[in-house]
């Protein structure tokens, strides 16, 4: 389970010239929103908004800008939470984290059929040999 907030997200000109400069620093007609806007559309995000500062101050008073795009669906994750997750579903497959070791040899040992992974870890030096047990062969190493 990995915990997450869709709280939105507005993202604001806050002069009213920026509204009419590119991307690329270049004077022509663009619009950095209208830019924003079109490329979440074309990524398909279909919530986008592109709003007055009158609309953002309903939502935000204390931001003041000449307008924004608004993006109800975009949120947070907790990122500890997710780590933690990607790790048992990993080792839900069968690996195994290493945490501060350095990988000084990788195997594949013919006799056992398995992968064979020499560590060593950097705090004091030991050594450690991992093994697993493997279909493939060399190359999948």
Not at 35 to 60: Q, T
Not at 74 to 79: F, K
Not at 94 to 120: F, P, S, W
Request: glycine residues 4%; charged residues 30%; hydrophobic residues 35%.
């Amino acid at each position: 389970h990995v915990d997450y907030n869709k709280c939105g997200k507005l993202i604001v000109a806050t002069e009213s010239d920026q509204n009419k400069v590119s991307w690329k620093g270049e004077g022509d007609a663009s619009v950095k929103l209208k830019e924003l806007y079109r490329s979440g559309l074309d990524n398909g995000v279909h919530d986008l908004k592109l709003i007055s500062k009158e609309e953002v101050f309903d939502l935000e008073p204390n931001v003041h800008c000449s307008e924004a795009l608004w993006s109800p669906s975009t949120g947070v994750v907790d990122s500890h939470s997710f780590m933690l997750s990607l790790l048992a579903d990993a080792e839900e497959h069968g690996a195994m984290l290493a945490l501060n070791c350095k990988v000084q040899n990788i195997r594949y040992n013919y006799q056992t059929k398995t992968n064979e992974v020499d560590i060593v870890d950097v705090n004091d030096d030991d050594d450690y040999k991992l093994c697993r047990h493997s279909e493939s062969n060399a190359s999948s190493v």
